[in-house]
C-alpha cells in the first residue's frame, strides 16, 4: 500500500474522484498550471466538498487554497500545484506513487528517527496534509521544525509528490544543498515522507 493510500482509505472509488481525475488529465495536458486553471479547480473543489468529505478533496482543497491565498499562483506554487495534479491524473506514474528511490538521493538504509531535539525540514508538496500540518506533527513528537537547510539539520523530509525530476523544480535547491552538506560529513541524513511518518507512527 502505498503512501496515498495509506492517508486516504476508501476515498478513490466515487464519482467525484473519477471527476478530479479528468479535471486533472485537462489541466496538465499542456505541462503548465495557470491562474484560471487553478482558480477554477478551487471552485470546483469548493462546491465538492460540500456534498463531499472525502480526504482526497480536502487535501487538494487545503493545498489550493493556500497556493492562492494571496491572489496570485507563483511559479512554485504553479509547479507543485502540477506535480500534484499529475499524480492525481495518472501522468508518469500512478497515483501517490513516490518516484523511484534510485532517482532520489535519500539515505539508505533509511536510518532511525528520533525525533526528541532533533531539527527537521521538508521539501515538496506532502500527503500527509499541509506544511503547517506537517510541522505541527514534529513538535508534538519533541522535534524542531528548520526554515532552511543547515549544517545543522538533523533530517529533511521529501515530500510524497517529489518526483524524479527533482533537480529541475523549485524545491531542488534544498535537497542539492542537503546533499552537499551530508557529503561533507554533517550528520544530515534525507528520508521519505512515507519513511517519517511510518517512525511517527502518523498514520491513521
Known amino acids: 500500500m502505498n503512501i496515498f493510500s495509506k492517508f486516504n482509505r476508501k476515498n478513490i472509488d466515487d464519482r467525484q474522484i473519477d471527476t478530479l481525475i479528468g479535471i486533472s488529465k485537462g489541466i496538465v495536458s499542456d505541462g503548465v498550471v495557470n491562474q484560471g486553471e487553478a482558480e477554477f479547480l478551487l471552485t470546483w473543489l469548493i462546491q465538492s466538498i460540500q456534498s463531499n468529505e472525502n480526504p482526497v478533496i480536502i487535501n487538494l482543497l487545503a493545498k489550493v487554497e493556500a497556493f492562492l491565498a494571496d491572489g496570485v499562483l507563483d511559479k512554485e506554487e504553479s509547479q507543485e500545484l502540477l506535480a500534484i495534479l499529475r499524480k492525481i491524473s495518472g501522468d508518469s506514474s500512478e497515483i ?109
Open 96 to 204: 501517490g506513487e513516490l518516484a523511484k528511490t534510485s532517482s532520489l538521493p535519500i539515505n539508505v538504509p533509511a536510518p532511525s528517527i528520533v525525533f526528541e531535539g532533533r531539527i527537521f525540514l521538508f521539501t515538496g508538496t506532502c500527503a500527509y496534509g499541509s506544511r503547517k500540518q506537517c510541522e505541527e506533527a514534529i513538535e508534538s513528537l519533541g522535534g524542531i521544525n528548520a526554515k532552511n537547510v543547515t549544517k545543522d539539520l538533523s533530517y529533511l523530509i521529501l515530500g510524497t509528490y517529489v518526483t524524479d525530476s527533482w533537480a529541475h523544480e523549485s524545491f531542488g535547491r534544498k535537497i542539492e544543498k542537503a546533499m552537499t552538506y551530508r557529503s561533507q560529513g554533517a550528520p544530515l541524513a534525507i528520508v521519505t515522507e512515507d519513511h517519517w511518518a511510518t517512525a511517527g507512527n502518523l498514520f491513521p
